[in-house]
């Protein structure tokens, strides 16, 4: 079975950063794109940002220029480096791919953001 498992998440104050991490239990090159979203109470999961093989990314207007997704196919890791955040970035975060008509999730790593 498929696991990821992020890390990185915590406390920081507004403008501040933080980089998470996705470890996962299988090799990725093999995976078109992977994501991240994101979740605030009483919210829905958002999709936050996307990185494809190729190396494309995509990224929601709200953290265009503040997030930057990468993979490390060699380390089977996806990250998400998240700068000046604010008080609208706080949610759990999870790392997520689609294959074989599967969605692959991880626990979710949490993000608080102060003002």
């Known amino acids: 079975q498929v696991q990821l498992v992020e890390s990185g998440g915590g406390l920081v104050q507004a403008g501040g950063s933080l980089k998470l991490s996705c470890a996962t239990s299988r090799n990725i090159f093999s995976i078109n794109q992977l994501d991240w979203y994101r979740q605030a109470p009483g919210k829905q999961r958002e999709l936050v940002a996307t990185v494809t093989s190729g190396g494309s990314t995509d990224y929601v207007d709200s953290v265009k220029g503040r997030f930057t997704i990468s993979r490390d196919d060699a380390k089977n890791r996806l990250y998400l480096q998240m700068n000046s955040l604010k008080p609208a970035d706080t949610a759990v975060y999870y790392c997520?791919?689609?294959?074989?008509?599967?969605?692959?999730w991880g626990q979710g790593t949490q993000v608080t953001v102060s003002s």
């Open positions: 997520h791919f689609y294959e074989h008509y599967y969605d692959y």
